[in-house]
């Protein structure tokens, strides 16, 4: 072949492929000569070694999304290959070189051990390798479609927070939904390689003895020899398909059990994880050096290894200790700031009462993050926290308190801690003189990349802390790269957003009610409030935040409240008539990247059950044990389709009169998920479902 027909078939390899699938099949029903066989065998065994090495480089499984499709392509080859090696050796006795060697040096002339270590082979590679890797896709299809929502949630909070932009947010969905499809894709295709290995073993036998009885009817050979001769074109058959099978194995469990988003290689992380105590590799060490001098035991190896064992630990322990000496003078230098601290005037009752005060957001950070405050020193913290409390008065509604930021000697000096009302409920870690990069492009991990692994603790992505020199280089190669500023702030958001019911204290609420005066007449909202007080309003508002339901419309929320309190006093029904009220800001901030509101709906039998078990102050929701679990699955099964389906997470949308109830049963199971009643879907919105939530109602009740 000239250049220029390769030239050709490089650039159309779409051709390529579908005139190469068209020759597997024909291979099943068409006679090859041996020679072509032997040269399509050797083609499977390359081919079998080049997934292999590809999935050990692979740092990310989404780096080869290809690899359900080359597994369905190689298994179909590889049958192919078998029933035309089946063909040759039942007619001709006769099945090419590469299988006649390959029987020969492995028999070699004994064909009973020759077969036992062929079944030994496909022993190894049908229930310890297909297995493992089988299960293993299994269960990571099934954690990914669970964690979907998070990610997807954790993806809307970034954007929201400012992290990062329109584009980012697309592509990280866009890798969501991919990633999604390769797992689910690889659990059904895991089935695949199974299926090939039981094959091999009905070949093999189908090879044998059909094999023997044509060798003596219908080629007049003595048992023997026809033994003898179908056994070794057996074994060789099954060796040369065995043996890619067993790597096309082995690189499906290497690629489905990598994990997704480390930065390092496979080798890298085994290297770290391993060797990297040498209190092991001393032991190591001792014990070969000590078989090496027992009577009787092969003393060169033994010594051999022990010796590079101990070396490796001698270089371990001396890089053990410079970090020890680190970790020294970084303690020292906490004591003198500890002993600085503790020369202070001797309390007063003044100052005692004021340690009885109570924040209710306070951020306390270690000293070396000091720096961040210190506008001096090119700290922004402070600047980013007021912005934070715009942006939660935009976005929520509400005017957050002022957030106190002190030091505290007893965190670790890298470590801050968020306290909600004088108790701690999440901490984090940054490097006040590095930049946290993250992966969120879909770029491949660059092994040259260099810095401290974290987990960002917001979201809980995996990130790398990076010197500003690597910067530039990060971002050119697809990192989203931020301030240790940003990274506390934007944390600080998240917690902020979760706990906003309980921020909302009654003296914001009447500061609230005071700020709206100003804005309309005071003698307005002084009618509105004639049958409220701030208390009512107060819990009405939490229950709206509980939910994410923007309470910035105080106006509509007031109204709604002033006339329904004449019909039912209930926090819970006046809540549900104030969504009403705010449909159209709820419907805008659960529409999908469609401009659409997908929703999970619920199937009408099922709403009647539902509703027949509310309490008729609608408080308590009383199910049918085995009903409520039946629903749950449902219901999960449901969410997995849409969000596999449509890349977006959906509503879920029921009656009115069961919306609440139905909320508060699946609020600790599904937190994240919105739960809509049709009244609450404006005229303008563009609703689409994405599922409906069956369950079977035989002997439910």
């Excluded at 035309?84 to 002339?109: H, K, M, W």
């Excluded at 592509?171 to 090939?196: C, I, W």
């Excluded at 921020?503 to 005071?522: A, G, H, P």
Aim: proline share 4%; with cysteine; net charge neutral.
């Amino acid at each position: 072949m000239d250049l220029s027909k390769l030239a050709f078939l490089l650039k159309n390899n779409d051709i390529v492929l579908a005139v190469g699938l068209v020759t597997i099949i024909a291979m099943m029903v068409l006679p090859i000569p041996p020679g072509i066989l032997d040269f399509l065998l050797t083609l499977n065994i390359s081919f079998g070694v080049i997934i292999l090495l590809v999935c050990l480089y692979t740092k990310e499984p989404l780096d080869y999304s290809t690899f359900p499709t080359i597994l369905l392509i190689s298994t179909l080859f590889r049958l192919g290959l078998n029933v035309s090696s089946t063909r040759l050796i039942l007619l001709y006795a006769d099945a090419g070189n590469v299988i006649n060697s390959f029987g020969e040096f492995v028999v070699g002339g004994n064909y009973v051990v020759g077969f036992v270590i062929f079944i030994i082979l496909v022993i190894i590679n049908f229930m310890v390798i297909t297995g493992g890797a089988t299960r293993v896709a299994e269960v990571s299809a099934r954690f990914t479609l669970d964690s979907m929502p998070g990610k997807q949630l954790s993806i809307d909070a970034d954007l929201n927070s400012g992290l990062i932009s329109e584009e980012d947010a697309k592509a990280r969905r866009r890798k969501l939904e991919r990633e999604t499809n390769f797992y689910g894709t690889m659990d059904g295709a895991s089935k695949f390689v199974k299926g090939d290995a039981t094959a091999g073993i009905v070949i093999t036998i189908i090879n044998i003895l059909g094999g023997f009885v044509i060798g003596m009817v219908q080629l007049k050979m003595s048992a023997m020899t026809s033994l003898s001769t179908y056994t070794i074109l057996t074994v060789g058959d099954g060796l040369v398909s065995q043996i890619p099978a067993l790597l096309i194995s082995t690189a499906t469990g290497l690629i489905i059990s990598r994990a997704s988003g480390q930065e390092n290689s496979l080798s890298e992380d085994i290297r770290k994880e391993m060797f990297s105590d040498p209190r092991v590799l001393g032991v190591v060490a001792g014990l070969l050096s000590f078989l090496g001098i027992v009577p009787g035991m092969p003393t060169v190896p033994f010594l051999t290894i022990g010796m590079l064992t101990g070396v490796a630990a001698y270089y371990r322990q001396k890089a053990n200790k410079k970090k020890v000496d680190d970790e020294t003078r970084q303690k020292e230098d906490t004591a003198k700031l500890e002993k600085v601290g503790k020369r202070k005037k001797k309390a007063t009752r003044e100052s005692v009462l004021e340690l009885l005060s109570v924040e209710t957001i306070e951020i306390e950070v270690g000293y070396r993050l000091v720096p961040l405050l210190n506008i001096e020193q090119g700290g922004d913290l402070l600047e980013r926290i007021a912005q934070i409390r715009r942006q939660t008065a935009l976005d929520l509604g509400i005017v957050l308190p002022s957030i106190r930021v002190r030091d505290n000697l007893q965190l670790s000096p890298n470590t801050y801690q968020i306290k909600l009302k004088g108790v701690a409920i999440e901490t984090g870690e940054v490097y006040p003189e590095r930049s946290l990069a993250m992966n969120s492009s879909g770029n491949v991990e660059n092994s040259k990349m260099v810095g401290i692994s974290a987990i960002e603790p917001a979201f809980g992505l995996p990130a790398l802390w990076i010197e500003e020199k690597d910067k530039d280089y990060a971002e050119a190669n697809g990192y989203t790269v931020v301030s240790p500023s940003a990274v506390v702030s934007t944390h600080l958001t998240e917690i902020i957003k979760k706990n906003a019911s309980e921020i909302l204290s009654r003296s914001d609420v009447q500061q609230l009610i005071d700020n709206l005066k100003k804005e309309v007449t005071e003698d307005y909202v002084t009618d509105l409030m004639k049958d409220l007080n701030a208390s009512d309003v107060q819990q009405v508002m939490q229950n709206l935040l509980r939910e994410r339901v923007p309470v910035r419309d105080l106006k509509t929320i007031l109204e709604t409240l002033s006339l329904q309190i004449k019909v039912n006093k209930n926090n819970d029904y006046l809540t549900e008539q104030t969504r009403r009220a705010l449909a159209r800001s709820i419907c805008k901030q659960n529409l999908a990247d469609t401009g659409e509101l997908l929703a999970v709906t619920l199937a009408p039998d099922v709403e009647n059950l539902i509703a027949q078990g509310v309490s008729p102050d609608g408080q308590n929701l009383t199910l049918d044990p085995d009903f409520t679990r039946r629903l749950l699955d449902n219901l999960n099964m449901e969410l997995e389709k849409a969000i596999s389906s449509t890349g977006n997470q959906p509503v879920i949308l029921c009656s009115s009169p069961i919306r609440l109830a139905f909320r508060r049963l699946i609020e600790r199971t599904y937190p994240q998920i919105t739960v809509m009643s049709y009244n609450e879907i404006t005229s303008n919105t563009k609703a689409r479902s994405v599922g409906v939530v069956k369950v079977a109602m035989a002997n439910v009740g």
